[in-house]
Every structure is written in C-alpha cells, then in structure tokens.
C-alpha cells in the first residue's frame, strides 16, 4: 500500500463516535468560556463557483467558512483529481479555515474525494482531523453515509466528467457495496458551474432506470438545489445531489438540519445519530 495510504488507517477511539447531541454546546466553548455560533468549515476546489448554492443550504444561524486548494492548469480529468486530493494542501486549507473555530470542516470535492478509493478518502478524512478540525466531512464520504440512511444499494449515476473519472466514482461505490445499475456523463473538462438546470435534468431522466433505487448527481460544480424535489416527484425515488450531501452531512455533523427538500433531509433530524456507517479500517471515520 502506498505510504500516503497508510496513514491513519484505524479505528477511531470510542468515545469520537458516541457521543450525543447535547455534547454540542460542550465542543463548541472556546477558552474565555464563550459559545462558539455554529460553523462549517469548507475546503473548496480551486475552481468551485457555486457558494451561493451551499449558502442554501445553510440554517440562519449557521455561517459556512469557505477555502479554496491552490490553482491548477489541469483540465478535469483523473490527474486533475487526484492533485486535488493531494493531502499537503488539504492539511494546509484546513488548518487556514480553522481560525473562526468551525464545528466540523468539509472537503467539498466529489471526485478528489472518490478518485482514490475508499481507503484514499478515508485518509483525506483523517488527514483533515489530524490537522486539527474538530469534525471532519468529504462530499463522497458524505453520499455512503446518505445511501446508508437511506437503505439503497442500486445506484444510477449523473456525472459532468469524462469516462475515466466517472469509472473511478463506480470503483468507490463499489468499494462499499453499492452497485452502479446505470451511469452517464457530460463528458466536461472544465467550466461544469455553467451547465444548465435544463442539462441536469436531462441526463437524469436519460440515466434512470427501474433497477435503480436512487440517482446520485455528482460534482460540487454542478447547480442542483432547485431540481432535486421536481426530479423525485417525476421519477418516484431519492434523488441525491453533491453539494446538498456535503451541507446534509456536514450540518449533521453539527447536529443541524440543512435547509431544503428531498428525500434526504427528510430521513434525518437534529438529535439522531451522527453516523449510519460503522468505523472501519479502511472505509468511512465517523467524526
């Protein structure tokens, strides 16, 4: 196994995954004895447009603290992924957005976080933990969760990349159980934040099918938010979109209710468990 996969790769002590809700106020004091407000923590890819559209997502009282990697001129490709995922400039945007104290930090990147492997985004998770965030997130890490809650194993894929990346997302799904029934992209490289809602929902319909128990839209870059419940209500299943289960899990993870529609939000309230996916040495943290 490569060295920057070997790192961190074992259970996490008991006491980060039980604890309840009302440990909230607890975590979130800071030395002179003041409550934190709420926040989250956002590692964004250079290229990420769409903040507004995580900002829907955001509760009231809830300010998002967004970052971004260092620039690359790579087009959206596997490379281009995984020099995201790299975890130097991970290390380094958590600990630049860790100064206004966020209750968790979340890495909103789809393919940096899938491109790896399981065992890869379990790292990139840790990686964010081990430089200090309180809690930590990853926008595929965050859909496993979403797929656990939600009991669904069949899985059909809309996806901006090329077939090399989106082959790399069917390999993650895999890694944890879940079969991808059908799966279609747009076969982007770059400028995916002006896709159209119009496209969005065309190559959902078109990727839909009856083995399919759910349908995953992927990459943060792609606007979602006002075509989620439309597209439920057509189609008669959860429709699952990356920015809304990176704000669905980081908010979680705050114990707090991301803003919207959609099957998802509705399975999970304030006050539940934190996690639907055990600990495992090579899988998903549960901080």
């Known amino acids: 196994m490569p060295a920057e996969l070997s790192v961190g790769l074992t259970h996490e002590p008991a006491d980060t995954v039980s604890r309840a809700p009302d440990d909230r106020a607890a975590d979130d004091q800071s030395p002179d004895g003041v409550v934190d407000a709420p ?18 997502w955001a509760p009231e009282d809830v300010s998002l603290y967004l970052t ?18 790299d975890r130097r ?4 945007a958590t600990q630049d957005v860790l100064t206004p104290r966020p209750g968790v930090v979340s890495y ?10 399981a065992a890869a985004e379990y790292v990139l998770h840790r990686t964010i933990l081990d430089a200090g965030a309180p809690r930590a997130s990853t926008t595929s890490g965050a859909l496993i969760e979403a797929l656990a809650l939600l009991g669904v194993r069949r899985l059909a894929i809309a996806t901006p990349y090329i077939e090399a990346v989106t082959s790399r997302l069917i390999g993650f799904l895999g890694d944890h ?37 759910a349908l995953f839209i992927s990459c943060t870059n792609l606007p979602t938010y006002d075509v989620i419940e439309p597209l439920e209500q057509a ?9 809304q289960v990176t704000m669905w ?12 529609g959609g099957a998802l939000l509705s399975a999970w309230q ?17 901080t």
């Open 39 to 56: 926040g989250v923590g956002m590692i964004a890819p250079f290229d990420f447009a769409l903040d507004r559209e995580l900002w829907r």
């Open 177 to 213: 159980g879940v079969q991808t029934v059908a799966s279609d992209g747009l076969g982007l490289i770059g400028n995916i934040w002006r896709t159209t809602y119009a496209q969005v929902v065309e190559i959902v319909r078109e990727v839909d099918c009856p083995e399919a128990e």
């Open 108 to 117: 909103a990147c789809t393919s940096g976080s899938f491109v790896g492997g």
């Open 68 to 85: 971004r990697m260092p620039f690359l001129t790579t087009p959206m490709t596997v490379d281009m992924a995984e020099a995201i995922a």
């Open 89 to 92: 400039p991970v290390r380094r």
């Open 249 to 260: 899990d980081a908010l979680r993870k705050i114990d707090r209710a991301a803003v919207g």
């Open 270 to 286: 304030p006050g539940e468990q934190r996690t639907c996916v055990p600990a495992l040495p090579v899988g998903l943290s549960t």
């Open 235 to 243: 189609l008669g299943k959860p429709v699952i979109t990356a920015n």
